[in-house]
């Protein structure tokens, strides 16, 4: 009994950063609102059985292609939230951020055989990574990755790795989240590393030949979805410097942000790692850490898979260095031995149907749930009088509202735009940003799109100039959300 009842440190790893995430559940419905558009487009899926891939959510793009690059995990959203309201939908992030995790703790002591280290490494690797948990269906992608990696490296080492797995998750992935280029950014990586090692004479054409199959059937399999390539399109086509520089999340990391210091400290144990095991590195590991660590550099929101990509590595290397000190190795090894032992994936099942229950039980009695999207940040009370007073005509939203009225209002009423802004593209977002602060030539663009009323700030700028106009009449307003109407 003891083998079952006893945890493993994957186990307690695990239940730490599922809980840790589950707290931070409110934090998450407090950033933006692209949850609601998710929810939005799970809900009709569901609803109808088909897939869009045109826009069906605006006005201003009605009807143009829009991929559906993340429709899987939409519907899985939608799921959730139609058995446990917004708590599932933070239930099953958490526990998609937790397997990604418990994934990179079995890879990471797999290959340093010191699982203590391990999961020190992994757990500063989490919390690098918790600045960006949100609940969007890029926390796949933190579990893909993962999978995607300890495969590649296992291929890297030799083992025998069935080739079906690369195209199969491939498939999975690139319908779940965009992110699945990371993970053909990172077969480039380890065909590189082969490449190098070839030239040097430590490599041959056989194992060549594997990586350019995987490739090659990793990418055939990136293109079976709704909208074929249109999914490679999406992402690349996403380079407007105005909107990037504009979005906290794809601009540099803020190194003044304490959040940022276990990247920091990721980054510092990387150089070090690399230079103290220079000789035993593969050319491949040097690769995927320099290119995921410029990549996590250039935009905050990559730091999660900078930390997912190195968290093995490190292991490895500092697990080399710290095998050389008789007393560690031998406290690691008794670790080891009894974790061998232990069959403890009974606790992580026990503590999350247990939480899924409670707030089954609570869901169904209540019809409410404990997470909520935080009304002094979102136009809550203003939804709810729309609700009962739904007005006629095209409206004008602040764009990081726009998932929020979506979730709330549509399909009777569209926006202008919500906060996907790299398909809204950088024509329509600097009108946008022209109307919203009423600079010059506002009136024209609010004509143009023929807006017969807004929901913005109160301290917008277009709301103030609004208010103080003969034309425009205010039908609501409260501390967060002003509605007014053309007269």
């Known amino acids: 009994m003891p083998r079952f009842l006893l945890p493993r440190l994957r186990d307690i790893l695990f239940i730490a950063i599922f809980l840790g995430a589950l707290l931070l559940g409110p934090r998450m419905l407090s950033l933006d609102s692209d949850l609601g558009r998710h929810l939005a487009l799970g809900g009709y899926i569901l609803k109808t059985r088909s897939i869009p891939t045109v826009d069906i959510l605006s006005f201003t793009r009605d009807g143009e292609p829009r991929p559906p690059y993340e429709w899987l995990t939409q519907v899985l959203f939608a799921l959730a939230n139609s058995l446990l309201g917004l708590d599932g939908t933070i239930l099953l992030c958490a526990g998609i951020i937790a397997a990604g995790f418990a994934v990179l703790y079995s890879d990471a002591a797999r290959r340093s055989r010191l699982p203590l280290a391990a999961a020190a490494i992994v757990a500063l690797a989490a919390a690098a990574s918790s600045l960006h948990w949100l609940p969007r269906p890029h926390v796949t992608t933190f579990l893909f990755l993962a999978l995607w990696l300890e495969r590649l490296d296992r291929i890297q080492r030799g083992e025998r790795v069935a080739l079906w797995q690369f195209p199969g998750l491939m498939l999975v992935w690139a319908n779940a989240h965009g992110g699945f280029i990371f993970g053909m950014l990172a077969w480039l990586a380890y065909t590189a590393g082969w490449g190098w090692e070839k030239l040097s004479g430590r490599s041959n054409w056989q194992a060549g030949k594997r990586w350019i199959a995987i490739g090659a059937l990793a990418l055939s399999a990136s293109f079976i979805t709704p909208s074929g390539w249109g999914n490679w399109l999406a992402v690349l086509n996403n380079n407007s410097r105005y909107i990037l520089n504009r979005t906290v999340e794809t601009m540099p990391a803020d190194f003044s942000n304490a959040g940022t210091r276990p990247f920091v400290l990721l980054l510092g144990l990387s150089v070090f790692t690399i230079l103290a095991t220079r000789k035993a590195q593969s050319a491949s590991h040097v690769f995927l850490l320099g290119g995921f660590a410029l990549l996590g550099l250039l935009m905050a929101r990559n730091i999660p898979l900078f930390a997912i990509a190195s968290a093995p590595i490190l292991a490895e290397g500092l697990g080399a260095l710290l095998g050389r000190v008789p007393r560690w190795k031998r406290i690691e090894s008794n670790i080891a031995a009894l974790e061998s032992l232990l069959r403890g994936a009974l606790w992580p099942i026990l503590v999350g149907a247990?939480?899924?229950?409670?707030?089954?039980?609570?869901?169904?009695?209540?019809?409410?749930?404990?997470?909520?999207?935080?009304?002094?940040?979102?136009?809550?009370?203003?939804?709810?009088?729309?609700?009962?007073?739904?007005?006629?005509?095209?409206?004008?939203?602040?764009?990081?509202?726009?998932g929020y009225l979506l979730y709330r209002l549509w399909p009777g009423q569209k926006v202008f735009l919500d906060s996907q802004t790299d398909f809204y593209g950088e024509a329509l977002t600097r009108e946008y940003e022209t109307a919203w602060t009423a600079s010059g030539g506002w009136e024209d663009i609010l004509a143009r799109y023929e807006i017969a009323w807004v929901v913005l700030p109160r301290e917008a700028p277009l709301a103030r100039r609004l208010s103080q106009s003969a034309e425009w009449t205010t039908l609501y307003s409260d501390p967060t959300t002003v509605i007014l109407r053309m007269r």
């Open 354 to 402: 247990g939480i899924a229950v409670f707030l089954g039980i609570r869901y169904q009695v209540q019809k409410e749930s404990l997470t909520h999207f935080e009304a002094r940040v979102f136009p809550v009370a203003a939804t709810n009088w729309l609700a009962e007073n739904p007005q006629p005509g095209k409206m004008f939203n602040e764009f990081n509202w726009g």
